[in-house]
């Protein structure tokens, strides 16, 4: 357990090697289903419920590398937990680009990061063709149990066997060509619904003016509100933001070049360029558009770049919003190997609040934490309104860009922080935080995270009390083999086991 009073002295040395770091970057081929019975801690029995992770499974194709683990095949994991025990189950998300290309035993599709089929520029030339590689998040909704990527169709999956059932379209309001990106916002009390619970998602048709679609599902998994508006400009927007009142989505400063794409010598995402003397665009869409008032609000503020928002919520004439921002965006090079990225010639993502004021039209940020962080969780009830805790991966280290080795809860009305670490040899993924059945307290229940653990090449799932991080891990359940490092994923109280 690390405290952040052992980081007052300078740290002079890495909290972390290299090679440890790419540990976690090799293919997990093989498809597991046992009961976890290495485990050091206890389970609390209260915890009953599955948590779900996708991330990119395979890192290559049989021996030929991925160029970016963004373009490496989904793989979902799912751990139950029931009456103080854990089954681990993983299975490939059998998307049309995964079957082919296993069957063929080569790559078959350029990779948005940079994935390039065999064969050089002519093999790619005019190949508009990207894999929807299911590999970003996984949700359970309306009684189906979706994988996600942004660029694509979700897949719907078998929640006890992860078997894939085929694309979800939702009753055919989504066409085939239609995205369902991979960051939808949850809500289990939308106040202009009566409280019933709402998801809301969105797609994106980029090109010269981007076309942003609104979709927002009942709790039967129903469509009930849908409505697209067009945007001047180019966008790459991943992930957004909700209040009752708005979507919102921070237009990244950015350009795209498209001709060296469609010319087969680079991948879309290389095509990316990071504009730092233009204004971050914050696009403000009503929710819910009267006839006459559907005009979305653009609003203005430094330059920067947003993957990931953790909240936001609406304060008298203000919205404020939490996200995680980069100086500039970290662009991906044709010739570079991401095992060997430089940690420290990038800038780390950092933790901003935004304040938008709706009646004036002004924006102004403050810094809640410098520290390196990405992926960040709140209680569930708290989407889209006030909150006052988080949590969130974060770096040993108090300053410059590192892996992620630590989890951060953060006390947004006190200021405190708590601070729990896996350095030397352990690097986290998400932190997802899970209610204590009817608790009341906002911070009552426990964070699971996935851990890399070099020292044995393996993962852990470990369990902290939300409430007190300085208690430690209450339990860390060793797996008996690593899961690559993933993206994200969610947490039901549905136990999908059977006994
Ligand atoms: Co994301």
Same mark, same amino acid.
């Given at each position: 357990?690390?405290?952040?009073? !052992?980081?007052?002295?300078?740290?002079?040395?890495?909290?972390?090697?290299?090679?440890?770091? *790419?540990?976690?970057?090799?293919?997990?081929?093989?498809?597991?289903?046992?009961?976890?019975?290495? &485990?050091? /801690?206890?389970?609390?029995?209260?915890?009953? /419920?599955?948590?779900?992770?996708?991330?990119?499974?395979?890192?290559?194709?049989?021996?030929?590398?991925?160029?970016?683990?963004?373009?490496?095949?989904?793989?979902?994991? #799912?751990?139950?937990?029931?009456?103080?025990?854990?089954?681990?189950?993983?299975?490939?998300?059998?998307?049309?680009?995964?079957?082919?290309?296993?069957?063929?035993?080569?790559?078959?599709?350029?990779?948005?990061?940079?994935?390039?089929?065999?064969?050089?520029?002519? =093999?790619?030339?005019?190949?508009?063709?990207?894999?929807?590689?299911?590999?970003?998040?996984?949700?359970?909704?309306?009684?189906?149990?979706? =994988?996600?990527?942004?660029?694509?169709?979700?897949?719907?999956?078998?929640? +006890?066997?992860?078997?894939?059932?085929?694309?979800? +379209?939702?009753?055919?309001?989504?066409?085939?060509?239609?995205?369902?990106? =991979?960051?939808?916002?949850?809500?289990?009390?939308?106040?202009?619904?009566?409280?019933?619970?709402?998801?809301?998602?969105?797609?994106?048709?980029?090109?010269?003016?981007?076309?942003?679609?609104?979709?927002?599902?009942? !709790?039967?998994? #129903?469509?009930?509100?849908?409505?697209?508006?067009?945007?001047?400009?180019?966008?790459?927007?991943?992930?957004?933001?909700?209040?009752?009142?708005?979507?919102?989505?921070?237009?990244?400063?950015?350009?795209?070049?498209?001709?060296?794409?469609?010319?087969?010598?680079?991948?879309?995402?290389?095509?990316? #360029?990071?504009?730092?003397?233009?204004?971050?665009?914050?696009?403000?869409?009503?929710?819910?558009?009267?006839?006459?008032?559907?005009?979305?609000?653009?609003?203005?503020?430094?330059?920067?770049?947003?993957?990931?928002?953790?909240?936001?919520?609406?304060?008298?004439?203000?919205?404020?919003?939490? !996200?995680?921002?980069? *100086?500039?965006?970290?662009?991906?090079?044709?010739?570079?190997?991401?095992?060997?990225?430089?940690?420290?010639?990038?800038?780390?993502?950092?933790?901003?609040?935004? +304040?938008?004021?709706?009646?004036?039209?002004?924006?102004?940020?403050?810094?809640?934490?410098?520290?390196?962080?990405?992926?960040?969780?709140?209680?569930?009830a708290n989407v889209g309104r006030p909150y006052r805790y988080l949590y969130?991966?974060?770096?040993?280290?108090?300053?410059?860009?590192? %892996?992620? *080795?630590?989890?951060?809860?953060?006390?947004?009305?006190?200021?405190?922080? *708590?601070?729990?670490?896996?350095?030397?040899?352990?690097?986290?993924?998400?932190?997802?935080?899970? %209610?204590?059945?009817?608790?009341? #307290?906002?911070?009552? /229940?426990?964070?699971?995270?996935?851990?890399?653990? =070099?020292?044995?090449?393996?993962?852990?799932?470990?369990?902290?009390?939300?409430?007190?991080?300085?208690?430690?891990?209450?339990?860390?359940?060793?797996?008996?083999?690593? &899961?690559?490092y993933g993206l994200h994923g969610s947490f039901t109280s549905k136990v999908?086991?059977?006994?």
């Amino acid at each position: 357990m690390q405290s952040f009073k !052992s980081q007052e002295s300078p740290v002079t040395e890495k909290s972390y090697t290299r090679a440890d770091w *790419q540990g976690g970057y090799q293919s997990l081929t093989q498809e597991f289903d046992y009961w976890i019975d290495d &485990i050091e /801690g206890q389970i609390p029995r209260e915890l009953q /419920g599955t948590l779900f992770r996708n991330g990119p499974g395979l890192l290559d194709v049989n021996g030929q590398p991925l160029h970016h683990p963004f373009d490496g095949d989904g793989m979902i994991s #799912k751990i139950t937990f029931t009456s103080g025990r854990a089954h681990f189950r993983n299975r490939f998300v059998h998307t049309t680009g995964y079957l082919a290309e296993q069957k063929a035993g080569k790559i078959l599709y350029r990779g948005a990061f940079g994935t390039q089929k065999a064969g050089g520029w002519l =093999a790619n030339i005019f190949d508009f063709k990207l894999k929807n590689i299911a590999n970003t998040n996984v949700i359970y909704w309306g009684g189906k149990l979706l =994988a996600l990527w942004e660029g694509g169709e979700a897949y719907r999956l078998d929640p +006890y066997t992860l078997k894939t059932l085929g694309n979800e +379209y939702f009753n055919g309001v989504l066409s085939a060509d239609e995205a369902f990106a =991979a960051h939808p916002r949850l809500k289990n009390n939308c106040e202009q619904d009566g409280g019933a619970p709402c998801l809301v998602n969105f797609s994106i048709k980029p090109g010269l003016s981007t076309t942003i679609t609104i979709f927002e599902l009942n !709790s039967a998994g #129903k469509i009930v509100r849908h409505h697209a508006h067009s945007v001047p400009g180019f966008c790459f927007i991943h992930d957004f933001v909700i209040t009752p009142n708005y979507c919102i989505f921070f237009q990244n400063p950015v350009s795209f070049n498209p001709i060296p794409f469609a010319l087969g010598i680079r991948a879309a995402v290389e095509c990316i #360029k990071f504009q730092p003397n233009q204004p971050t665009q914050i696009l403000i869409i009503p929710r819910f558009p009267k006839k006459g008032q559907e005009k979305i609000k653009i609003l203005e503020t430094q330059s920067g770049f947003v993957f990931h928002h953790i909240n936001a919520f609406e304060v008298g004439d203000e919205v404020l919003i939490d !996200s995680i921002c980069y *100086q500039s965006f970290p662009e991906v090079e044709p010739e570079s190997d991401f095992r060997q990225v430089d940690f420290e010639a990038l800038s780390p993502g950092q933790l901003w609040r935004f +304040y938008l004021n709706l009646k004036n039209g002004t924006v102004r940020r403050e810094l809640i934490d410098g520290r390196c962080c990405e992926f960040a969780n709140i209680h569930p009830a708290n989407v889209g309104r006030p909150y006052r805790y988080l949590y969130i991966g974060a770096a040993h280290a108090e300053t410059g860009n590192a %892996p992620l *080795q630590a989890l951060l809860k953060i006390d947004l009305e006190s200021g405190e922080r *708590q601070f729990w670490s896996a350095a030397p040899r352990g690097f986290v993924g998400e932190p997802i935080f899970v %209610p204590r059945p009817d608790s009341e #307290k906002e911070d009552d /229940g426990w964070v699971l995270a996935l851990v890399y653990d =070099a020292t044995h090449n393996r993962s852990d799932v470990v369990i902290l009390d939300a409430s007190d991080f300085h208690k430690g891990v209450i339990a860390r359940l060793h797996l008996k083999h690593h &899961i690559p490092y993933g993206l994200h994923g969610s947490f039901t109280s549905k136990v999908f086991v059977k006994i």
